[in-house]
């Protein structure tokens, strides 16, 4: 299964978010134990970086969370044709369709996010953690 991880996703474990932090955490490590191949777009790279930047107020910080997202997820290439199909849709946000874009020109299967309401539009399948997380049940010996 090849999953476009939203942003926020990544945020909630990086910053410990509660109450998002478990479900989070469990949707990346169906990532880290192969289970399904996370992806992730520029923009979310460049984000994520700048949050925890400005968050923790330290670049080596900010370089270990970023290197730690980028062991666990790949980021997708975004092509010219991706903006300019993004662009032509003229959604409200053009980060949220241009992730959404990258994501159906990549083939993934859906996009993991807390707030599906943002990519309804989009014509690609959306999965909550907690939907996601249904996919996979825990190991009874765990």
């Known amino acids: 299964m090849r999953l476009m991880i939203d942003t926020n996703i990544f945020l909630d474990v990086l910053t410990q978010r509660e109450p998002f932090y478990e479900h989070s955490k469990a949707v990346l490590s169906l990532c880290e134990d192969k289970k399904v191949h996370g992806f992730l777009s520029v923009s979310s790279v460049t984000d994520i970086f700048y949050l925890i930047h400005r968050q923790l107020h330290s670049v080596d910080l900010a370089y270990q969370a ?32 241009l992730l959404a874009t990258c994501a159906k020109s990549n083939k993934c299967d859906a996009i993991v996010t807390r707030n599906k309401k943002d990519f309804l539009t989009f014509g690609i399948t959306l999965l909550s953690p907690e939907e996601l997380l249904e996919l996979f049940p825990a190991d009874e010996n765990s």
């Open 66 to 97: 970023l290197g730690a997202v980028l062991d666990i997820a790949k980021v997708l290439t975004v092509t010219n044709e991706d903006v300019l199909n993004a662009f032509i849709t003229r959604a409200s946000d053009f980060k949220d369709c």
